[in-house]
């Protein structure tokens, strides 16, 4: 194999974007690394682009200017707009390997109902639903009426992580239905809207990389979405996470590849559904069985930050199985240490929070990795530059001592009003 041949480009500008990054960096094919915009933690592994990861045109001049290789996209934005079908159509750009699927494959995650209508059509397990549009509200109403609570009500659009109501009373439930469907509550994006049965269980993360035919799972991981502890309070993108998880044994694995996985990726090719990327099957287990909650096109944040740490195989040449359809031929090798962390965030977050506070302590870190997330050079000082800001990932035997380093480490850091959860893993059992 020919060494330090490849250039990348790598979109994005958070934490799963710099575990992403650090991991391509271990790789000895790796010739040169671009991360559009990237962020303080990218910028020491590689070149920072002040580049918006939906602007195509300037991504085209910086491909063909850099003569990269490969294209790596981090978050849904660029694979909804269809970067990977722009790349496919223009002569200059085709040869180039582009991870993340085309804009058909993307419906799965800009669209709830087309991921439903796909789940149904290939027997996925999912909740059962209907969807509604402003034309038939009141057959809405009847359709909450047939449930019982609490009430599930999603935009079907993409509405920036916010467009997921779960209410305990039917009538706020008819309420917030027109509010969504007749006052644009989450503007287009609830247009039309997914009424679903509510799944009493618990939540794991699914990765799976396919070229389209062929497919790896990647290492399952949990992630702890709500800004309070013990699981209360706003949602946000995330506050910590495992890997792997310890509710989910080999039996319900199986279940998960055989029911969900497999079918997944033999529905892509029965409905002529080109993939090239990562799937992230958002999956509840009830009563030891698994459901789909819902997919999305890009890996999760911050799942990323305990997955990649334990994928052991070279990045690039897994990613190069992906762009030539020869997954089936690549053995995936996982570290079987557990892998944790945890988001120190800005206070505030996940409503308003200030931004430019200085960070310090991050050299005294040992026996974690430091993914940043929200963070920005000033000069020669590094400074909060969003909501979540550092994940503080470790490895240990289990996640009760990997999570111990994680929070032994946390204490060295400082900025002005940091947050985060100091009970990741409270509802897990070694
Ligand atoms: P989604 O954007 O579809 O992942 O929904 C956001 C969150 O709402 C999920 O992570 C779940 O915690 C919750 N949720 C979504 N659908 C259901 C359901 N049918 N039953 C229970 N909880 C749900
Ligand atoms: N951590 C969940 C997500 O990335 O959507």
């Given at each position: 194999m020919k060494k330090k041949h490849i250039k990348i480009l790598l979109l994005g500008a958070g934490g799963r974007e710099h575990a992403i990054a650090h991991k391509l960096a271990q790789s000895k094919q790796l010739q040169?690394?671009?991360?559009?915009?990237?962020?303080?933690?990218?910028?020491?592994?590689?070149?920072?682009?002040?580049?918006?990861?939906?602007?195509f045109k300037t991504i085209k001049q910086t491909v063909l200017e850099n003569k990269i290789d490969m294209v790596i996209v981090g978050p849904e934005d660029p694979l909804?707009?269809?970067?990977?079908?722009?790349?496919?159509?223009?002569?200059?750009?085709?040869?180039?390997?582009?991870?993340?699927?085309?804009?058909?494959?993307?419906?799965?995650?800009?669209?709830?109902?087309?991921?439903?209508?796909?789940?149904?059509?290939?027997?996925?397990?999912?909740?059962?639903?209907?969807?509604?549009t402003k034309d038939n509200v009141s057959q809405g109403h009847a359709f909450l009426e047939t449930l019982n609570a609490p009430y599930v009500l999603k935009a079907d659009g993409l509405a920036a992580g916010k467009g997921v109501l779960i209410l305990n009373d039917l009538q706020e439930a008819k309420n917030q239905l027109n509010e969504m469907l007749t006052n644009n509550k989450f503007g287009a994006a609830s247009n039309k809207v997914v009424i679903e049965e509510f799944l009493d269980g618990i939540e794991l993360s699914c990765f799976v990389l396919t070229d389209g035919k062929n497919y790896k799972i990647l290492p399952y991981a949990k992630d702890y979405k709500r800004i309070g502890e013990g699981d209360k309070g706003l949602?946000?993108?995330?506050?910590?996470?495992?890997?792997?998880?310890?509710?989910?044994?080999?039996?319900?694995?199986?279940?998960?590849?055989?029911?969900?996985?497999?079918?997944?990726?033999?529905?892509?090719?029965?409905?002529?559904?080109?993939?090239?990327?990562?799937?992230?099957?958002?999956?509840?287990?009830?009563?030891?069985?698994?459901?789909?909650?819902?997919?999305?096109?890009r890996m999760g944040d911050p799942e990323t930050e305990v997955v990649m740490p334990r994928i052991k195989s070279d990045l690039i040449t897994l990613f190069k199985a992906v762009a030539e359809e020869k997954l089936d031929q690549f053995n995936l090798e996982i570290d079987k240490r557990t892998a944790t962390t945890v988001m120190l965030v800005s206070g505030g977050y996940p409503e308003a929070y200030e931004k430019g506070k200085e960070i310090t302590g991050i050299n005294e870190v040992t026996e974690s990795i430091m993914f940043h997330a929200g963070t920005k050079m000033v000069q020669d000082r590094i400074v909060t530059n969003g909501g979540?800001?550092?994940?503080i990932t470790s490895y240990g035997k289990n996640f009760t001592e990997a999570l111990a380093k994680s929070y032994q480490n946390i204490t060295k850091i400082k900025f002005d009003k940091m947050n985060y959860r100091t009970d990741i893993g409270f509802d897990l059992k070694v």
């Open positions: 040169q690394l671009f991360i559009a915009p990237g962020n303080a933690g990218t910028a020491q592994l590689g070149i920072n682009l002040p580049i918006k990861v939906t602007d909804v707009n269809g970067i990977h079908d722009f790349f496919l159509t223009d002569t200059q750009l085709k040869h180039i390997a582009v991870i993340g699927p085309q804009k058909h494959a993307a419906t799965l995650e800009g669209s709830k109902e087309f991921a439903k209508k796909f789940m149904y059509k290939h027997n996925i397990p999912t909740a059962k639903y209907k969807s509604f949602n946000t993108g995330g506050m910590g996470a495992v890997s792997p998880v310890p509710f989910a044994d080999a039996i319900f694995l199986k279940k998960v590849e055989e029911r969900i996985v497999k079918p997944t990726i033999k529905g892509f090719q029965k409905d002529n559904i080109p993939y090239k990327g990562f799937v992230f099957i958002g999956l509840i287990k009830v009563n030891n069985e698994p459901l789909v909650i819902e997919y999305n096109v979540r800001v550092l994940a």
